[in-house]
């Protein structure tokens, strides 16, 4: 720890005493960005200049809901293109349809959401053609059960015979 500065010395001297002697010790030799130009000197002022930079360092976005909602959009879609299967692609649809479903029942704050849930069938149709390699076959027909698809049957009037 540093000594306290003697009342009869001058504070800027005192101060450039300690710089000097800690630069002796090498205190400053192997700090980070030693030899690199100061990042956004050139740059307006701003109050906050610590707090972008914290954010910017740790990769967080602040969006409005909406805003950040359309993103999740975006990247569902091309998290269901990438799937490793149509059950998966279903299963990513589903999530977003259902967050979409809920932010349009009551819109958050921020702009429009202009946003709509996505068909299902239709991604799972793109990436079955962009994964031909990867798609099932379909089950072999069997024989149809006429019965319960005619038109006039009931199934209540099955139950007193």
Known sequence: MTERKPPEVPFDSWVDRQIDAAAARGAFDDLPGAGKPVAAIDAPHDELWWVRGKLQS??????????????EAEDAVAAAERARSEREVRRIVAEINEKIAAALRMPPPGPLLRLQPF???????????????????????????????????????????
Do not use: C, N, Q
């Open 58 to 71: 740790e990769g967080i976005a602040v969006l409005p809901p909406t805003l950040a909602l359309r993103k």
């Open 119 to 161: 068909d299902a069938d239709e991604l799972v149709a793109r990436w079955r053609a962009a994964h031909p390699d990867r798609v099932a076959p379909l089950p072999p027909a069997g024989p149809a059960d006429t019965r319960r698809t005619s038109p006039g049957w009931r199934p209540w009037r099955r139950r007193g015979r």
